[in-house]
Protein backbone atom coordinates (compact mmCIF):
# COMPACT_ATOMS: atom_id res chain seq x y z
CA UNK A 1 0.00 0.00 0.00
CA UNK A 2 3.19 2.37 1.04
CA UNK A 3 4.43 2.03 -2.23
CA UNK A 4 1.50 2.27 -4.31
CA UNK A 5 0.47 5.66 -1.98
CA UNK A 6 3.71 6.99 -3.36
CA UNK A 7 3.47 6.32 -7.01
CA UNK A 8 0.17 7.74 -7.15
CA UNK A 9 1.01 10.85 -4.93
CA UNK A 10 4.11 11.58 -5.32
CA UNK A 11 6.62 10.18 -7.81
CA UNK A 12 5.06 11.18 -11.12
CA UNK A 13 5.49 13.97 -13.19
CA UNK A 14 2.02 14.89 -13.66
CA UNK A 15 2.35 17.12 -16.81
CA UNK A 16 4.55 14.63 -18.94
CA UNK A 17 2.86 11.49 -17.55
CA UNK A 18 -0.92 11.96 -18.08
CA UNK A 19 -1.31 13.74 -21.98
CA UNK A 20 1.16 11.11 -23.37
CA UNK A 21 -0.73 8.16 -21.05
CA UNK A 22 -4.09 9.57 -21.98
CA UNK A 23 -3.26 9.93 -25.60
CA UNK A 24 -2.74 6.51 -25.90
CA UNK A 25 -5.36 5.51 -24.21
CA UNK A 26 -7.50 7.54 -26.09
CA UNK A 27 -6.47 6.34 -29.34
CA UNK A 28 -6.81 2.80 -28.39
CA UNK A 29 -10.95 3.26 -27.77
CA UNK A 30 -10.64 5.25 -31.02
CA UNK A 31 -9.21 2.40 -32.57
CA UNK A 32 -11.82 -0.09 -31.33
CA UNK A 33 -14.81 1.98 -31.75
CA UNK A 34 -14.35 3.32 -35.05
CA UNK A 35 -11.08 1.51 -36.59
CA UNK A 36 -11.58 2.63 -40.51
CA UNK A 37 -11.72 6.48 -39.65
CA UNK A 38 -8.94 6.17 -36.84
CA UNK A 39 -6.55 4.43 -39.67
CA UNK A 40 -8.00 7.20 -42.59
CA UNK A 41 -7.09 10.16 -39.73
CA UNK A 42 -3.75 8.82 -38.96
CA UNK A 43 -2.69 8.00 -42.17
CA UNK A 44 -3.94 11.86 -43.60
CA UNK A 45 -1.18 13.43 -41.13
CA UNK A 46 1.39 10.38 -41.33
CA UNK A 47 1.41 10.98 -45.02
CA UNK A 48 1.91 15.41 -44.43
CA UNK A 49 4.72 14.22 -42.51
CA UNK A 50 5.99 12.00 -44.77
CA UNK A 51 5.81 14.66 -47.91
CA UNK A 52 6.37 17.93 -46.71
CA UNK A 53 9.34 16.69 -44.50
CA UNK A 54 11.07 13.97 -46.30
CA UNK A 55 13.94 16.41 -47.03
CA UNK A 56 14.56 17.52 -43.54
CA UNK A 57 14.54 14.02 -42.24
CA UNK A 58 17.27 12.88 -44.82
CA UNK A 59 19.41 15.70 -44.70
CA UNK A 60 19.04 16.22 -40.79
CA UNK A 61 20.18 12.46 -40.52
CA UNK A 62 23.14 12.50 -42.66
CA UNK A 63 24.36 16.10 -41.34
CA UNK A 64 24.33 13.84 -37.74
CA UNK A 65 26.25 10.93 -39.37
CA UNK A 66 28.94 13.46 -40.45
CA UNK A 67 29.01 15.00 -36.43
CA UNK A 68 29.40 11.43 -35.03
CA UNK A 69 32.62 11.17 -37.46
CA UNK A 70 33.53 14.72 -36.64
CA UNK A 71 33.63 14.41 -32.72
CA UNK A 72 34.88 10.94 -33.20
CA UNK A 73 37.94 12.17 -34.30
CA UNK A 74 37.92 15.59 -32.52
CA UNK A 75 39.98 16.31 -29.15
CA UNK A 76 36.56 15.98 -27.63
CA UNK A 77 37.09 12.17 -27.86
CA UNK A 78 39.22 12.10 -25.00
CA UNK A 79 36.58 13.74 -22.48
CA UNK A 80 35.53 10.95 -20.00
CA UNK A 81 31.67 11.31 -19.25
CA UNK A 82 31.42 12.19 -15.57
CA UNK A 83 34.29 13.34 -15.16
CA UNK A 84 37.99 12.06 -14.69
CA UNK A 85 37.61 10.15 -11.83
CA UNK A 86 33.99 8.44 -12.74
CA UNK A 87 34.19 4.66 -13.17
CA UNK A 88 32.07 2.03 -15.62
CA UNK A 89 29.52 -0.30 -13.95
CA UNK A 90 29.20 -2.14 -17.06
CA UNK A 91 31.81 -4.03 -18.50
CA UNK A 92 32.48 -3.71 -22.09
CA UNK A 93 30.76 -6.51 -23.58
CA UNK A 94 27.51 -6.34 -21.01
CA UNK A 95 27.80 -2.64 -22.32
CA UNK A 96 27.96 -3.71 -26.24
CA UNK A 97 24.92 -5.96 -26.14
CA UNK A 98 22.49 -3.57 -23.76
CA UNK A 99 23.23 -1.25 -26.23
CA UNK A 100 22.75 -3.83 -29.19
CA UNK A 101 19.82 -5.29 -27.99
CA UNK A 102 17.86 -2.03 -26.73
CA UNK A 103 18.23 0.16 -29.87
CA UNK A 104 17.08 -2.66 -32.57
CA UNK A 105 14.11 -4.38 -30.63
CA UNK A 106 12.99 -7.15 -33.20
CA UNK A 107 13.97 -5.19 -36.33
CA UNK A 108 16.64 -6.98 -37.38
CA UNK A 109 14.89 -10.15 -36.94
CA UNK A 110 11.76 -9.14 -38.60
CA UNK A 111 13.15 -7.02 -41.54
CA UNK A 112 15.93 -8.96 -42.12
CA UNK A 113 14.61 -10.75 -45.21
CA UNK A 114 11.27 -8.52 -45.82
CA UNK A 115 12.66 -5.32 -46.32
CA UNK A 116 15.52 -6.53 -49.19
CA UNK A 117 12.89 -8.82 -50.59
CA UNK A 118 10.27 -5.90 -51.00
CA UNK A 119 13.13 -4.28 -52.68
CA UNK A 120 13.63 -6.78 -55.29
CA UNK A 121 10.06 -7.25 -55.80
CA UNK A 122 9.18 -3.58 -56.33
CA UNK A 123 12.61 -1.45 -56.98
CA UNK A 124 11.88 2.65 -56.92
CA UNK A 125 11.42 4.14 -59.74
CA UNK A 126 13.94 7.03 -59.72
CA UNK A 127 16.48 3.79 -60.33
CA UNK A 128 15.20 2.69 -62.97
CA UNK A 129 15.59 -1.35 -62.20
CA UNK A 130 13.35 -3.80 -63.80
CA UNK A 131 11.78 -5.53 -60.92
CA UNK A 132 12.98 -9.18 -59.66
CA UNK A 133 16.58 -8.52 -61.66
CA UNK A 134 20.21 -8.98 -60.11
CA UNK A 135 20.48 -4.59 -60.37
CA UNK A 136 17.30 -4.89 -58.27
CA UNK A 137 19.18 -7.38 -56.13
CA UNK A 138 21.94 -5.64 -55.93
CA UNK A 139 20.38 -2.15 -55.01
CA UNK A 140 18.35 -3.86 -52.21
CA UNK A 141 20.82 -4.69 -49.99
CA UNK A 142 22.30 -1.46 -50.76
CA UNK A 143 19.27 0.26 -49.36
CA UNK A 144 19.05 -2.19 -46.44
CA UNK A 145 21.94 -1.36 -45.40
CA UNK A 146 21.42 2.60 -45.62
CA UNK A 147 18.51 2.03 -43.60
CA UNK A 148 19.78 -0.12 -40.93
CA UNK A 149 23.22 1.28 -40.63
CA UNK A 150 25.28 4.21 -39.67
CA UNK A 151 22.65 6.59 -40.41
CA UNK A 152 20.29 5.48 -38.06
CA UNK A 153 23.22 4.66 -35.35
CA UNK A 154 24.00 7.77 -35.40
CA UNK A 155 20.77 9.28 -35.06
CA UNK A 156 20.39 7.40 -32.01
CA UNK A 157 24.47 8.30 -30.69
CA UNK A 158 24.33 12.20 -31.30
CA UNK A 159 21.36 12.54 -28.77
CA UNK A 160 22.35 10.01 -25.96
CA UNK A 161 26.31 11.53 -26.32
CA UNK A 162 24.34 14.78 -25.38
CA UNK A 163 23.17 14.01 -22.81
CA UNK A 164 25.25 11.76 -21.11
CA UNK A 165 28.01 14.48 -21.00
CA UNK A 166 25.50 17.55 -19.97
CA UNK A 167 24.08 14.94 -17.35
CA UNK A 168 26.56 13.75 -15.42
CA UNK A 169 28.47 16.99 -15.92
CA UNK A 170 25.55 19.05 -14.18
CA UNK A 171 24.06 15.52 -11.71
CA UNK A 172 20.45 17.36 -12.94
CA UNK A 173 16.81 15.08 -12.63
CA UNK A 174 16.33 13.52 -16.07
CA UNK A 175 14.97 15.42 -18.39
CA UNK A 176 15.61 15.98 -22.22
CA UNK A 177 15.73 19.63 -22.46
CA UNK A 178 19.06 19.06 -20.43
CA UNK A 179 20.87 18.00 -23.84
CA UNK A 180 19.26 21.76 -25.24
CA UNK A 181 20.80 24.03 -22.35
CA UNK A 182 23.60 24.90 -24.46
CA UNK A 183 21.05 26.40 -26.59
CA UNK A 184 17.94 27.62 -23.98
CA UNK A 185 20.53 28.62 -21.16
CA UNK A 186 20.78 27.00 -17.35
CA UNK A 187 16.85 27.79 -16.70
CA UNK A 188 14.63 26.53 -19.96
CA UNK A 189 10.65 27.18 -18.79
CA UNK A 190 8.93 24.59 -17.48
CA UNK A 191 6.48 24.14 -20.36
CA UNK A 192 9.19 23.56 -22.70
CA UNK A 193 10.46 21.12 -20.49
CA UNK A 194 7.34 19.47 -20.00
CA UNK A 195 6.35 19.63 -23.57
CA UNK A 196 9.62 18.05 -24.98
CA UNK A 197 9.48 15.23 -22.51
CA UNK A 198 5.48 14.56 -22.45
CA UNK A 199 6.04 14.22 -26.51
CA UNK A 200 8.71 12.04 -26.75
CA UNK A 201 6.90 9.74 -24.03
CA UNK A 202 4.30 9.09 -26.63
CA UNK A 203 6.30 8.50 -29.62
CA UNK A 204 8.12 5.85 -27.49
CA UNK A 205 5.53 4.44 -26.25
CA UNK A 206 4.05 4.06 -29.66
CA UNK A 207 7.26 2.78 -30.82
CA UNK A 208 7.46 0.19 -28.89
CA UNK A 209 4.17 -0.68 -29.59
CA UNK A 210 4.67 -0.68 -32.99
CA UNK A 211 8.01 -3.07 -32.61
CA UNK A 212 5.80 -5.63 -30.19
CA UNK A 213 2.85 -6.06 -32.31
CA UNK A 214 5.97 -6.51 -35.67
CA UNK A 215 7.10 -9.07 -32.81
CA UNK A 216 3.83 -10.52 -32.45
CA UNK A 217 2.97 -11.10 -36.04
CA UNK A 218 6.42 -12.40 -36.38
CA UNK A 219 6.15 -14.87 -33.14
CA UNK A 220 2.57 -15.72 -34.18
CA UNK A 221 3.68 -17.26 -37.79
CA UNK A 222 6.43 -19.05 -36.60
CA UNK A 223 4.09 -20.80 -33.95
CA UNK A 224 1.09 -21.43 -36.09
CA UNK A 225 3.35 -23.33 -38.19
CA UNK A 226 4.43 -25.62 -35.30
CA UNK A 227 0.42 -25.65 -33.87
CA UNK A 228 -1.71 -24.85 -37.52
CA UNK A 229 -5.08 -25.69 -35.22
CA UNK A 230 -4.20 -22.72 -33.18
CA UNK A 231 -6.42 -19.48 -33.30
CA UNK A 232 -4.41 -16.62 -34.17
CA UNK A 233 -5.90 -14.02 -32.09
CA UNK A 234 -6.03 -16.15 -28.98
CA UNK A 235 -2.14 -16.80 -29.96
CA UNK A 236 -1.26 -13.44 -30.54
CA UNK A 237 -2.92 -12.53 -26.88
CA UNK A 238 -0.72 -15.54 -25.55
CA UNK A 239 2.22 -14.52 -27.07
CA UNK A 240 2.29 -11.19 -25.51
CA UNK A 241 0.94 -12.11 -21.66
CA UNK A 242 4.05 -14.53 -21.60
CA UNK A 243 6.04 -11.61 -22.60
CA UNK A 244 4.62 -9.37 -20.29
CA UNK A 245 4.94 -11.89 -17.56
CA UNK A 246 8.81 -11.88 -18.37
CA UNK A 247 9.37 -8.44 -18.85
CA UNK A 248 7.43 -7.59 -15.15
CA UNK A 249 9.85 -10.26 -13.90
CA UNK A 250 12.83 -9.35 -15.13
CA UNK A 251 12.28 -5.20 -14.43
CA UNK A 252 12.30 -5.76 -11.03
CA UNK A 253 16.03 -6.71 -11.46
CA UNK A 254 17.25 -3.25 -12.90
CA UNK A 255 19.97 -2.72 -15.21
CA UNK A 256 22.85 -4.34 -13.81
CA UNK A 257 21.22 -7.83 -13.64
CA UNK A 258 17.88 -8.08 -15.27
CA UNK A 259 18.62 -5.57 -18.35
CA UNK A 260 22.15 -7.08 -18.17
CA UNK A 261 21.91 -10.84 -18.37
CA UNK A 262 19.08 -10.66 -21.02
CA UNK A 263 20.98 -8.76 -23.44
CA UNK A 264 24.25 -11.39 -22.97
CA UNK A 265 21.37 -14.13 -23.93
CA UNK A 266 20.35 -11.97 -26.22
CA UNK A 267 23.63 -11.64 -27.97
CA UNK A 268 24.38 -15.31 -27.81
CA UNK A 269 21.03 -15.77 -29.87
CA UNK A 270 21.65 -13.06 -32.49
CA UNK A 271 25.19 -14.48 -32.71
CA UNK A 272 24.16 -18.48 -32.83
CA UNK A 273 21.80 -17.87 -35.28
CA UNK A 274 24.09 -15.68 -37.64
CA UNK A 275 26.70 -18.62 -37.41
CA UNK A 276 24.53 -21.20 -38.38
CA UNK A 277 23.03 -19.62 -41.05
CA UNK A 278 26.49 -19.03 -42.07
CA UNK A 279 27.45 -23.22 -41.74
CA UNK A 280 24.69 -24.53 -42.81
CA UNK A 281 23.94 -21.97 -45.79
CA UNK A 282 26.21 -21.43 -48.79
CA UNK A 283 28.93 -19.92 -47.31
CA UNK A 284 30.35 -18.46 -50.14
CA UNK A 285 27.34 -16.85 -51.80
CA UNK A 286 26.71 -15.32 -48.32
CA UNK A 287 30.26 -13.94 -48.73
CA UNK A 288 29.60 -12.24 -51.89
CA UNK A 289 26.37 -10.74 -50.73
CA UNK A 290 27.89 -9.01 -47.81
CA UNK A 291 31.00 -7.96 -50.47
CA UNK A 292 28.30 -6.68 -52.71
CA UNK A 293 26.01 -5.02 -50.32
CA UNK A 294 29.10 -2.60 -48.94
CA UNK A 295 29.38 -1.85 -52.05
CA UNK A 296 26.35 -1.20 -53.09
CA UNK A 297 25.63 0.88 -50.08
CA UNK A 298 28.58 2.87 -50.67
CA UNK A 299 27.54 3.92 -54.18
CA UNK A 300 23.54 4.30 -53.26
CA UNK A 301 25.09 6.44 -50.07
CA UNK A 302 24.96 10.16 -51.17
CA UNK A 303 22.03 9.68 -53.40
CA UNK A 304 19.67 8.04 -50.84
CA UNK A 305 20.87 10.62 -47.87
CA UNK A 306 20.92 13.13 -49.99
CA UNK A 307 17.44 12.36 -52.24
CA UNK A 308 19.78 13.55 -54.89
CA UNK A 309 16.85 11.35 -57.26
CA UNK A 310 14.53 9.93 -55.22
CA UNK A 311 12.87 13.34 -53.75
CA UNK A 312 9.15 13.40 -53.98
CA UNK A 313 9.30 9.60 -54.90
CA UNK A 314 6.78 7.22 -53.12
CA UNK A 315 9.45 4.92 -52.20
CA UNK A 316 10.96 7.40 -50.91
CA UNK A 317 8.61 8.53 -48.49
CA UNK A 318 7.53 4.72 -48.01
CA UNK A 319 11.08 3.46 -46.76
CA UNK A 320 13.55 5.97 -46.37
CA UNK A 321 11.45 8.95 -44.61
CA UNK A 322 9.68 6.15 -42.96
CA UNK A 323 12.05 4.32 -41.61
CA UNK A 324 14.21 7.72 -40.95
CA UNK A 325 11.30 9.15 -38.94
CA UNK A 326 10.37 5.98 -36.62
CA UNK A 327 13.80 6.28 -35.52
CA UNK A 328 13.78 9.50 -34.94
CA UNK A 329 10.35 8.86 -32.75
CA UNK A 330 12.55 6.12 -30.62
CA UNK A 331 15.95 8.50 -30.26
CA UNK A 332 15.17 11.30 -27.77
CA UNK A 333 13.48 8.75 -25.37
CA UNK A 334 16.09 6.06 -25.72
CA UNK A 335 19.08 8.62 -25.49
CA UNK A 336 18.20 8.80 -22.12
CA UNK A 337 18.84 5.31 -20.93
CA UNK A 338 22.09 5.18 -23.56
CA UNK A 339 23.29 7.93 -21.81
CA UNK A 340 23.08 7.06 -18.64
CA UNK A 341 24.58 3.74 -18.74
CA UNK A 342 27.69 4.84 -20.54
CA UNK A 343 28.93 6.72 -16.68
CA UNK A 344 33.26 6.64 -16.85
CA UNK A 345 33.49 6.18 -20.84
CA UNK A 346 35.17 8.77 -22.96
CA UNK A 347 32.93 9.93 -26.13
CA UNK A 348 35.41 8.41 -28.68
CA UNK A 349 34.78 4.85 -26.51
CA UNK A 350 31.18 6.01 -26.08
CA UNK A 351 30.67 6.30 -30.16
CA UNK A 352 32.60 3.09 -30.72
CA UNK A 353 29.87 1.38 -28.81
CA UNK A 354 27.12 3.25 -29.37
CA UNK A 355 27.37 4.13 -33.08
CA UNK A 356 30.05 2.15 -35.23
CA UNK A 357 30.24 -1.25 -33.46
CA UNK A 358 26.46 -1.47 -33.23
CA UNK A 359 25.89 -0.44 -37.14
CA UNK A 360 28.43 -3.22 -38.14
CA UNK A 361 26.85 -5.82 -36.57
CA UNK A 362 23.63 -5.04 -37.67
CA UNK A 363 25.12 -4.72 -41.36
CA UNK A 364 26.48 -7.96 -40.97
CA UNK A 365 23.00 -9.44 -40.32
CA UNK A 366 21.44 -7.62 -42.40
CA UNK A 367 24.13 -8.65 -45.32
CA UNK A 368 23.88 -12.44 -43.95
CA UNK A 369 19.72 -12.30 -43.78
CA UNK A 370 18.88 -9.84 -46.91
CA UNK A 371 21.33 -11.87 -49.23
CA UNK A 372 20.11 -15.30 -48.76
CA UNK A 373 16.79 -14.47 -48.85
CA UNK A 374 17.31 -12.75 -52.50
CA UNK A 375 19.61 -15.66 -53.12
CA UNK A 376 16.11 -18.13 -53.46
CA UNK A 377 14.09 -15.25 -54.31
CA UNK A 378 16.14 -14.84 -57.41
CA UNK A 379 15.69 -18.49 -58.06
CA UNK A 380 11.62 -18.38 -57.74
CA UNK A 381 10.46 -14.48 -57.94
CA UNK A 382 6.54 -15.16 -58.38
CA UNK A 383 6.44 -18.01 -55.49
CA UNK A 384 8.34 -15.51 -52.87
CA UNK A 385 6.33 -12.29 -54.42
CA UNK A 386 2.85 -14.49 -54.20
CA UNK A 387 3.88 -15.06 -50.64
CA UNK A 388 4.62 -11.28 -49.85
CA UNK A 389 1.94 -10.25 -50.70
CA UNK A 390 -0.81 -13.21 -49.79
CA UNK A 391 0.97 -14.24 -46.02
CA UNK A 392 2.53 -10.85 -45.07
CA UNK A 393 6.45 -9.95 -44.52
CA UNK A 394 6.22 -11.79 -41.82
CA UNK A 395 6.30 -15.17 -43.40
CA UNK A 396 9.55 -14.96 -45.38
CA UNK A 397 11.91 -15.66 -43.19
CA UNK A 398 10.03 -18.71 -42.29
CA UNK A 399 10.16 -19.97 -45.77
CA UNK A 400 14.00 -19.21 -46.13
CA UNK A 401 14.40 -21.79 -43.07
CA UNK A 402 12.44 -24.25 -44.68
CA UNK A 403 14.26 -23.08 -48.12
CA UNK A 404 17.54 -23.72 -46.43
CA UNK A 405 16.33 -27.26 -45.43
CA UNK A 406 15.92 -26.98 -41.53
CA UNK A 407 13.12 -25.02 -40.74
CA UNK A 408 12.40 -26.52 -37.42
CA UNK A 409 15.97 -25.86 -36.17
CA UNK A 410 15.90 -21.82 -37.12
CA UNK A 411 12.48 -21.50 -36.63
CA UNK A 412 12.82 -22.52 -33.21
CA UNK A 413 15.56 -20.45 -32.49
CA UNK A 414 14.32 -17.47 -34.45
CA UNK A 415 11.05 -17.73 -32.30
CA UNK A 416 13.25 -17.55 -28.88
CA UNK A 417 15.32 -14.47 -30.60
CA UNK A 418 12.70 -12.79 -31.15
CA UNK A 419 11.19 -13.54 -27.62
CA UNK A 420 14.21 -12.07 -25.27
CA UNK A 421 14.63 -9.79 -27.89
CA UNK A 422 11.34 -7.52 -27.40
CA UNK A 423 11.39 -8.38 -23.64
CA UNK A 424 15.23 -7.18 -23.63
CA UNK A 425 13.80 -4.15 -25.71
CA UNK A 426 11.01 -3.66 -23.89
CA UNK A 427 13.06 -3.36 -20.36
CA UNK A 428 15.41 -0.65 -21.30
CA UNK A 429 12.67 1.27 -22.86
CA UNK A 430 10.61 1.03 -20.18
CA UNK A 431 13.15 1.77 -17.43
CA UNK A 432 13.88 5.12 -20.28
CA UNK A 433 10.13 5.96 -20.07
CA UNK A 434 10.05 5.71 -16.28
CA UNK A 435 13.01 7.89 -15.28
CA UNK A 436 11.36 10.42 -17.42
CA UNK A 437 8.04 10.03 -15.87
CA UNK A 438 9.25 10.42 -12.25
CA UNK A 439 8.82 13.59 -10.83
CA UNK A 440 11.87 12.47 -8.15
CA UNK A 441 14.73 10.60 -8.97
CA UNK A 442 16.81 8.08 -7.27
CA UNK A 443 20.17 8.83 -6.23
CA UNK A 444 21.44 6.14 -8.18
CA UNK A 445 20.66 6.74 -12.11
CA UNK A 446 20.83 3.11 -12.63
CA UNK A 447 17.68 2.77 -10.88
CA UNK A 448 13.68 3.91 -12.01
CA UNK A 449 10.61 3.61 -10.36
CA UNK A 450 9.63 -0.05 -10.70
CA UNK A 451 5.54 0.57 -10.52
CA UNK A 452 6.08 3.39 -13.41
CA UNK A 453 8.32 0.49 -15.63
CA UNK A 454 5.18 -2.14 -14.66
CA UNK A 455 2.75 0.50 -15.72
CA UNK A 456 4.68 1.45 -18.87
CA UNK A 457 4.87 -1.86 -19.90
CA UNK A 458 1.06 -3.32 -19.34
CA UNK A 459 0.13 -0.37 -21.14
CA UNK A 460 2.42 -0.96 -24.62
CA UNK A 461 1.26 -4.75 -24.51
CA UNK A 462 -2.55 -3.47 -24.13
CA UNK A 463 -2.46 -1.74 -26.82
CA UNK A 464 -0.46 -3.53 -29.55
CA UNK A 465 -2.76 -6.46 -28.57
CA UNK A 466 -5.59 -4.57 -28.55
CA UNK A 467 -3.92 -2.76 -32.46
CA UNK A 468 -3.19 -6.46 -33.75
CA UNK A 469 -6.21 -7.41 -33.62
CA UNK A 470 -9.32 -4.49 -34.15
CA UNK A 471 -7.25 -2.44 -36.52
CA UNK A 472 -4.27 -3.84 -37.85
CA UNK A 473 -0.76 -2.82 -36.64
CA UNK A 474 -0.21 -0.14 -39.22
CA UNK A 475 -2.27 1.94 -36.91
CA UNK A 476 0.37 2.06 -34.27
CA UNK A 477 3.30 2.49 -36.72
CA UNK A 478 1.22 6.12 -37.77
CA UNK A 479 1.20 7.21 -34.32
CA UNK A 480 4.97 6.59 -33.60
CA UNK A 481 5.69 8.34 -37.27
CA UNK A 482 3.86 10.95 -35.84
CA UNK A 483 5.89 11.39 -33.08
CA UNK A 484 9.04 11.87 -35.90
CA UNK A 485 8.15 14.86 -36.30
CA UNK A 486 9.02 17.04 -33.27
CA UNK A 487 11.70 14.72 -32.89
CA UNK A 488 13.15 16.11 -36.07
CA UNK A 489 13.03 19.57 -34.65
CA UNK A 490 14.10 18.07 -31.11
CA UNK A 491 17.09 16.56 -32.71
CA UNK A 492 17.84 19.52 -34.94
CA UNK A 493 18.67 21.36 -31.84
CA UNK A 494 20.27 18.73 -29.59
CA UNK A 495 22.69 18.33 -32.96
CA UNK A 496 23.28 22.61 -32.57
CA UNK A 497 23.67 21.67 -28.90
CA UNK A 498 26.29 19.08 -29.31
CA UNK A 499 28.44 21.52 -32.08
CA UNK A 500 28.38 24.30 -29.24
CA UNK A 501 29.79 21.73 -26.48
CA UNK A 502 32.29 20.60 -29.16
CA UNK A 503 33.89 24.49 -29.72
CA UNK A 504 33.52 25.14 -25.99
CA UNK A 505 33.88 21.68 -23.85
CA UNK A 506 34.48 23.80 -20.85
CA UNK A 507 32.22 26.08 -20.70
CA UNK A 508 29.02 23.49 -20.75
CA UNK A 509 30.69 20.79 -18.72
CA UNK A 510 32.41 20.40 -15.71
CA UNK A 511 35.44 17.99 -15.86
Not at 126 to 155: C, M, V
Not at 398 to 424: N, P
Request: hydrophobic share 55%; glycine share 6%; charged share 10%.
Amino acid sequence: MGLRKEFLQFNIRNWVFWPPFGLLIFAVFLSIASPDSFISLFQKVQNFILTNFSIGFSWLSFLMTLLAIFVFLSPLGSWKIGGKEAKPRLNRLSWFAIVLCTTIATGILFWGSAEPLSHFLYPPTFKELSPQSDRAANFALGALFYHWGFTPYAIYAIPALTFALIFYSRKSNFSLSLSLLPILGSKPSQFAIRLIDGVSLFALAAGMAASLGAGVLSLSGGFLNFFPSWNADLASGFIILIILLTFVISSTTGIEKGIKNLSLINLFFFFLIAILFIVLGEKSSIINSLSSSFQSYFVNFFDLSLQLNGAGNQWTFDWSTFNLAMWMAWAPVTALFLGKIALGRTVREFLLFNWLLPALFCLIWMGIFGGTTLDFAILKPDFYKNLFEVSGPESIIYQVFEDMGHFKLFAQLYILAIFISYVTAADSSTDALASLSMKRANDDPFKSDTNLKILWGTLIAFLAWIMITFSGIDGVRMLSVIGGLPALFFLLLVSVSLILVLASPSKYLKP
